[in-house]
């Protein structure tokens, strides 16, 4: 298996509305990653984490909230959001911090805020 | 601080028209500089890593160089199947303890039959 899947593939969800977004990948990869794309922009790097640990935070806001319950599982519960934080949402994983080997970056969620 | 640039931004090919896009690249210690294809609304699908100035790597119509200021994504005798965005994107020293890459803005190709 060398996918790294994300679910839903898309979410509209309202500003009071609590979701999750969901990745899981079976490749043995130690580090995994959220990026939130914006259209016609670069990923940008949002969480890491490695060995289950979270070990970087981008600054992002609080109603962004990761979680890692085991080594091949990314959660991402979203709360209070704002339309501004509608954008494609791509998990990625890597063999260990580096990422010397590429990172595999799933489907994404795209994500509609109302 | 590390930075990547890519240029063209845009790109329009007749089909079997070759040509080269261009990755340049600031980075103290560059760990790897990795080229990633993306179609719309999907995610990026890994093509390439290079380590180091000399390096070349191909794929089918695709050919990756590097220098080290800069990397090429040479497009040989494109077809329309190779319309998409196309990310350069860097692993520095001062953030391989991260695996923060730093991409650049990207180049969408358009290639018309």
């Known amino acids: 298996d060398t996918e790294v899947t994300q679910t839903p593939k898309h979410l509209v969800m309202g500003m009071t509305n609590k979701k999750s977004l969901k990745c899981e990948q079976h490749m043995g990869h130690r580090a995994m990653y959220w990026y939130k794309q914006k259209a016609k922009k670069p990923p940008e790097l949002m969480f890491v984490?490695?060995?289950?640990?979270?070990?970087i935070n981008e600054s992002v806001p609080s109603r962004f909230s990761p979680e890692c319950p085991n080594s091949s599982l990314l959660n991402l519960h979203l709360h209070a959001l704002q339309p501004e934080d509608s954008a494609l949402y791509l998990c990625?994983?890597?063999?260990?911090?580096?990422?010397?080997?590429?990172?595999?970056f799933g489907s994404g969620t795209r994500l509609t805020v109302v | 601080e590390d930075q990547v640039t890519q240029s063209p931004e845009a790109l329009r090919l007749q089909e079997g028209e070759s040509s080269s896009l261009n990755c340049s690249y600031t980075v103290s210690g560059l760990r790897g500089l990795f080229w990633y294809r993306q179609d719309p609304g999907k995610g990026p699908e890994f093509l390439f890593t290079l380590y180091s100035a000399g390096e070349e790597k191909e794929k089918e119509r695709l050919k990756a160089t590097l220098t080290k200021k800069e990397s090429f994504l040479h497009i040989t005798a494109p077809k329309p199947e190779d319309s998409a965005t196309y990310l350069c994107?860097?692993?520095?020293?001062?953030?391989?303890?991260?695996?923060?890459?730093?991409f650049g803005q990207g180049t969408t190709l358009q290639v018309k039959p």
């Open positions: 994107a860097v692993l520095g020293g001062s953030s391989s303890n991260t695996g923060k890459l730093i």
């Open positions: 990625a994983s890597s063999q260990e911090r580096v990422g010397g080997y590429g990172y595999t």
């Open positions: 984490y490695s060995y289950e640990k979270l070990s």
